[in-house]
């Protein structure tokens, strides 16, 4: 499937596919598809992804963002995990990914910007996304400001809830703060059937979504002996269904 779109400008829908592994990568080749979210571990959050999937995410014909984070849990990272990331991201700017994913919280959960500032200064002329750590925040709109001083260009957001379809006020009041000086992306349970709502209530124009569909595992004995868990890939079909969906909820 191929999606033809126009030439894009600030206004316009912006659909953004995160992937874990080399079918994701391949299968988010579209036209429809703005940026792809480059990670490994998608059902712990996305963690940074491997040497290989990075190699291969440099015949990307869409740009590729990458995940910096070092483990699952929290946001909270040490001077050794922080190195960790430093790291990664020297691996990222050398395969000449588009851009860095990143976040570091305090152990208050508000943003550590003094850690944001070096990983940033460590991207070099990568952009620079905020992930989901903004949505731990307690002062949401103190962490605006924060992530547009930063120079972030777009902050993933639920709303500070679970599911962005739950979290569509926030998202409204992000969107109004942020007056064109961040783009705020509503990530989170975004599926065709929900983005109506979620679209004219927050007034968002940019849209994260995995859009897998479950596959079967190939052999049972691969879940017996715990080599293998439920899985589901990355779907053509889920995306263009999704972007179709945004398409005529912006209309």
């Known amino acids: 499937m191929s999606r033809s779109a126009a030439p894009r400008s600030s206004e316009e829908i912006s659909l953004e596919i995160c992937v874990d592994e080399a079918q994701g990568l391949f299968a988010a080749q579209l ?7 480059l990670c490994a571990g998608l059902g712990l959050g996305g963690l940074t992804p491997s040497p290989g999937l990075i190699a291969l ?30 790291c990664d991201i020297t691996v990222l700017r050398e395969a000449g990914l588009a851009g860095a994913v990143l976040g570091a919280a305090l152990p208050d959960s508000r943003l550590d910007v003094a850690m944001l500032e070096r990983l940033s ?32 260009e777009r902050i993933l957001t639920s709303g500070l809830t679970p599911r962005a379809p739950d979290g569509v006020e926030m ?52 879940l017996h002996f715990g080599f293998a868990v439920d899985h589901a890939v990355t779907s053509p079909v889920e995306i263009g269904l999704l972007y179709d969906a945004i398409r005529a909820a912006q209309h």
């Not at 036209?31 to 979210?37: F, Y």
């Not at 070099?124 to 989901?132: E, K, S, V, Y």
Request: net charge positive.
């Open 57 to 86: 995410a440099r015949r990307s014909r869409v740009p590729v963002f990458a995940m910096v984070r070092p483990r699952a849990g929290d946001f909270v990272f040490s001077s050794a995990e922080e190195e960790q990331m430093l």
């Open 31 to 37: 036209d429809c598809v703005a940026r792809i979210e």
């Open 171 to 222: 998202l409204r009041a992000l969107r109004e703060r942020a007056a064109g000086r961040i783009d705020i992306m509503a990530g989170g349970f975004v599926r065709p059937d929900k983005v109506t709502t979620l679209s004219k209530i927050s007034g968002v124009k940019s849209f994260h979504a995995s859009c897998r569909r479950k596959s079967a595992v190939q052999d049972e004995r691969l």
């Open 121 to 152: 200064k460590a991207c070099g002329p990568m952009r620079r996304q905020l992930h989901r750590v903004f949505d731990l925040v307690p002062d949401p709109f103190e962490a605006l400001e924060e992530a547009i001083a930063l120079g972030f």
